[in-house]
């Protein structure tokens, strides 16, 4: 009997110990399945935040004769392996030349360009161009540190797709984005991933250059320069000038209009010029509540129709992503 009670004593002790194993291990495996995606981190290959454009260029270029050499090997055909040398050296030469300083003398064509926001000239930041297969990099540099990479893909490589298409295949590799940008009228303009101190921003620019933009950049660096960025572009783009007369002459305090009025009518006087419009005129002009709540609800409408239409988004086969 005493037996029998040992074996079972054995039994049960066993039975415990696989259990705890069991809820040690399966734990680890659902977690491993979770963090399967890729980091926007790896975007830097063997680059590292904060390089200078020399090391940047030395790196950049040692992956170019890795993947050159990955090509041709085994290969019998010489011509085709000279014909891919010298692409590899031409693209390798361009970018050398490529780099820039980027200053208001020589910034004119690549301020109207797709990456044209992505940097402020006069503000010691450079840039270094590559070309690949697919698509052109951009490496922006502040102080020569490097802090940002903007992809551009070729628009035929891209081909007629979707934005939302396009990040349905980005969260294939990167999964769910943190956060997305849309536009009053329901559309979608902009995704993004965080991963540690990467920022990724994916960029609808469909619309004026028929492909979409992915910007890889240090956080702590591109923060405090996306508000200096957007305050410089703003100001360039609205015409100081004339934004100053406008504001001038629409100034509460405008003492110089002000007098002008009062010697033409001799007496101090207030201008509405809303005065003798009829309630139909002011209710287009103002918008009634009740036309408010009409525009306000058909343009959640359209956001949520387009949402739906980015959530049953698939991914598109065979599109590689960086």
């Not at 680890?28 to 454009?53: F, P, R, T």
């Not at 052109?136 to 891209?158: E, Q």
């Amino acid at each position: 009997m005493r037996r029998l009670f040992s074996h079972i004593a054995f039994a049960l002790c066993l039975t415990f110990a696989v259990s705890a194993v069991v809820t040690t291990v399966a734990p680890a495996d659902v977690q491993a399945k979770k963090n399967d995606k890729a980091s926007v981190e790896d975007i830097l290959g063997n680059l590292s935040w904060g390089m200078d454009h020399e090391t940047v260029m030395k790196r950049i270029t040692e992956k170019m004769n890795e993947d050159y050499r990955a090509k041709v090997k085994g290969t019998l055909d010489e011509s085709y392996a000279d014909m891919l040398r010298k692409n590899y050296s031409e693209r390798a030469e361009n970018m050398r030349k490529s780099y820039t300083q980027l200053m208001k003398d020589n910034v004119a064509s690549l301020s109207v360009s797709i990456v044209g926001e992505e940097f402020m000239p006069d503000n010691n930041e450079s840039m270094l161009t590559q070309r690949d297969e697919i698509a052109t990099k951009y490496f922006f540099f502040l102080n020569d540190k490097l802090y940002k990479i903007a992809i551009v893909y070729d628009s035929d490589y891209l081909g007629p797709i979707a934005f939302d298409t396009f990040c349905a295949t980005t969260e294939e590799k990167y999964g769910r984005a943190y956060d997305e940008v849309w536009t009053d009228e329901g559309d979608f303009m902009e995704a993004i991933w965080k991963d540690k101190s990467t920022i990724l921003n994916v960029k609808n620019k469909y619309a004026s250059y028929s492909t979409f933009l992915m910007v890889f950049s240090e956080e702590a660096t591109s923060k405090p320069l996306v508000e200096q960025h957007k305050r410089y572009y703003e100001s360039v783009n609205s015409g100081p000038e004339i934004s100053a007369d406008i504001d001038l002459l629409t100034a509460d305090d405008n003492e110089e209009v002000d007098s002008s009025v009062d010697a033409i009518l001799g007496k101090k006087t207030e201008v509405n010029l809303l005065a003798g419009l009829s309630e139909a005129d002011l209710a287009t002009i103002n918008g009634t509540p009740q036309q408010q709540e009409e525009e306000a609800q058909k343009k959640a409408k359209a956001k949520k129709k387009t949402n739906k239409k980015k959530n049953s988004a698939k991914a598109k086969q065979g599109l590689a992503i960086y």
